[in-house]
């Protein structure tokens, strides 16, 4: 059964991590280079395969005790936020590979590489990992990471340049951290209460 709270908490998380993210630079570099919707295709697809393998393995954390699970999650969930806040802002020293034509197989297919390379076993697919695990949700949190990830794509793909100029990143990332020690206490709390 879908639950829109559990969709909707997932998707806030999801997205204020994914915001400030390299793969938001990357989808920018690669929309202004090449037709928007080849680039957003081919993110879209990578992003898809990240979490259904996200939501597969919360789901196996389920499978322990749940004050340990609870234990568990909640100290991911508290190494996330000080990732987000020790993380510098920048991306130096990022390079993005660029197609050579326009087609959209090619251009689709280098958007997916980027992106399912770059993501693997980055903090939002950790985070989808320990949403499922948390809400043993498995629909609710694999739509509403994937319909977040997707949004930051379109965004940066589309717009990026003129959000950051409007939003400072580090507010972005400081929101996303705050969200993430919430759901940290929670966890922990629960996995102390039992």
């Known amino acids: 059964m879908l639950s829109l709270t559990v969709l909707a908490v997932t998707f806030g998380v999801v997205f204020l991590a994914e915001l400030p993210d390299k793969t938001a630079l990357a989808g920018l570099v690669l929309g202004t280079r090449y037709r928007a919707s080849y680039v957003f295709a081919g993110m879209a697809a990578a992003f898809l395969v990240h979490v259904a393998i996200a939501v597969a393995v919360g789901n196996v954390l389920t499978l322990l005790p749940q004050r340990l699970l609870q234990g568990v999650v909640g100290a991911l969930f508290l190494i996330g936020a000080v990732l987000l806040l020790v993380r510098k802002d920048d991306d130096e020293g990022e390079e993005v590979r660029t197609p050579e034509g326009q087609s959209f197989w090619k251009v689709a297919g280098s958007g997916f590489t980027?992106?399912?390379?770059?993501?693997?076993?980055?903090?939002?697919?950790?985070?989808?990992?320990?949403?499922?695990?948390?809400?043993?949700?498995?629909?609710?949190?694999?739509?509403?990471?994937v319909l977040a990830?997707?949004?930051?794509?379109?965004i940066s793909v589309l717009g990026g340049r003129t959000l950051m100029r409007f939003v400072p990143l580090k507010l972005i990332t400081?929101?996303?951290?705050?969200?993430?020690?919430?759901?940290?206490?929670?966890?922990?709390?629960?996995?102390?209460?039992?």
């Open 114 to 145: 980027l992106i399912l390379v770059a993501e693997w076993g980055d903090l939002t697919q950790i985070m989808t990992a320990n949403l499922a695990a948390r809400y043993d949700d498995p629909l609710s949190v694999g739509l509403g990471a």
């Open 149 to 154: 990830l997707w949004a930051v794509a379109g």
């Open 174 to 194: 400081r929101v996303a951290a705050l969200l993430m020690l919430v759901l940290a206490g929670l966890s922990l709390v629960d996995a102390l209460t039992g």
